[in-house]
Each structure stands twice: as C-alpha cells, then as structure tokens.
C-alpha cells in the first residue's frame, strides 16, 4: 500500500512534466522540493537551457542552499523529469568576510 504522500508527490509530478517547463512549473517544483521554508526564504528564476537561479534571503539561507543543492537538483529534476534541470546556480551570495582592522 502506497502512502498518500508518495501518491501525491506521484501525481504531481506527472502534472509537472507534461509539456515545456515554465516558470510556473519550477515555482511549484521548487516548492516541493525544498519545502515551504526554504521556498519562503528564497527567490528561484528560470534560465535557458534548464538552468535555474537561486536567490537567498540572507547568507543563512544560501549556506543552506549550497549544502543541499545537489539533494535540491535531484528533486527538482524527479519531478520535471530527467534532465529538466540542468544546472542549479546560487546567486548573491554571502557578503564577504570583513578583514579586521589593524592599529598603527
């Protein structure tokens, strides 16, 4: 017996792949891929040639997308379908490290 999860994560992603990937399609992919926090925290664009962007809100947030983008890949394509996503690009980034000051 299958679980309602399982069967609807099923059903929704047979309702992703039909047709050509639109922004749309990744929004709601993206959300259940990653969950409605980090989807919150974050603002994703889709590029040519299945590429997508990924904005975090703050460095907190991009730490966590760069630890799971691989994890993150592999769920979005599941659900679009093999190869929809070819490539996951964080952009902004954190700010960088501030040198401390030395006295003179």
């Given at each position: 017996m299958q679980s309602l999860r399982d069967?609807?994560?099923g059903a929704l992603a047979a309702l992703l792949r039909q047709g050509t990937l639109s922004?749309?399609?990744?929004?709601?992919?993206?959300q259940a891929a990653v969950g409605a926090a980090v989807s919150r925290a974050t603002t994703v664009?889709?590029?040519?040639?299945?590429?997508?962007?990924a904005e975090?809100?703050?460095?907190?947030w991009h730490r966590e997308l760069e630890r799971s983008s691989p994890m993150i890949l592999d769920r979005l394509n599941a659900l679009l379908g093999a190869g929809a996503v070819t490539r996951l690009v964080?952009?902004?980034?954190p700010a960088p490290s501030r040198r401390p000051r030395t006295r003179k």
């Amino acid at each position: 017996m299958q679980s309602l999860r399982d069967l609807s994560s099923g059903a929704l992603a047979a309702l992703l792949r039909q047709g050509t990937l639109s922004q749309a399609k990744l929004d709601v992919a993206w959300q259940a891929a990653v969950g409605a926090a980090v989807s919150r925290a974050t603002t994703v664009r889709l590029r040519d040639a299945g590429v997508v962007e990924a904005e975090a809100a703050d460095q907190r947030w991009h730490r966590e997308l760069e630890r799971s983008s691989p994890m993150i890949l592999d769920r979005l394509n599941a659900l679009l379908g093999a190869g929809a996503v070819t490539r996951l690009v964080l952009v902004g980034g954190p700010a960088p490290s501030r040198r401390p000051r030395t006295r003179k």
